[in-house]
């Protein structure tokens, strides 16, 4: 079975502040790990995608399989980042398996 | 391109009707992935399918079920609703060729009510 745990439902930091939403996963195989957005209104998308290894707006996150985590990070937050976060893990089928999401607000 | 499109946006029904939903995929896009998103459970995978073939399939009920037809458009369907299959349905598309799995394009949802 797959799972996925995001343990904060809301999270608050200051514009400029450092910002870091946690999901942790378990899997018995080598998973592919997501962080998905969605803004006020907006529909679903892609943030990033862990065999990307890319930066999108300023996050990355990288997998660590050794604690089961793919933790959402950025230096400096801004209010535009404001938005359900919801991390995302796919095992050997082809299906999406969701955490419940962190609500990230950027305050000024 | 043209985005993923779910109709209808909207829906009421009572119990122990039926409802079918659609969503047209982005072109060239031949996987088509349905969840159900609740305040209580979240996201939750009900099937994907794919050249016209159910690929994947959730924990769902019989009552849950889909199709999807040669230009890719796909449809949902929910026999004999209860107050519980409330929620809103989204749609997502990928290429689906190959290994693995390619990013999904979601659609804007369908909010269905039970009553």
């Known amino acids: 079975a797959q799972r996925v745990t995001q343990p904060e439902k809301l999270l608050s930091v200051f514009k400029g502040a450092p910002v870091e939403l946690k999901c942790n996963y378990s899997?018995?195989?080598?998973?592919?790990l997501f962080w998905y957005v969605q803004y006020s209104r907006q529909r679903l998308q892609l943030l990033l995608r862990h065999i990307s290894r890319e930066s999108i707006k300023g996050f990355t996150a990288d997998l660590n399989k050794g604690e089961t985590s793919f933790h959402l990070k950025k230096p400096f937050a801004q209010e535009e980042d404001s938005a359900m976060y919801y991390c995302a893990l796919s095992g050997s089928a082809r299906q999406l398996t969701f955490g419940s999401g962190t609500q990230l607000t950027v305050l000024p | 391109k043209a985005g993923v499109t779910q109709t209808p946006r909207y829906l009421i029904k009572t119990r122990g009707q039926q409802v079918t939903l659609s969503c047209s995929p982005i072109s060239g896009h031949r996987s088509v992935s349905w969840y159900q998103q609740t305040p209580g459970q979240g996201l939750q995978f009900l099937f994907e399918y794919f050249s016209e073939t159910q690929r994947n399939k959730g924990n769902f009920p019989g009552r849950f079920s889909g199709r999807q037809f040669s230009n890719s458009r796909s449809e949902m369907n929910v026999s004999t609703l209860e107050l519980g299959d409330s929620a809103l349905y989204l749609c997502a598309s990928s290429p689906g060729r190959g290994k693995g799995i390619y990013e999904q394009f979601f659609g804007p949802g369908t909010r269905l009510t039970v009553l």
């Open positions: 899997y018995s195989g080598s998973p592919e």
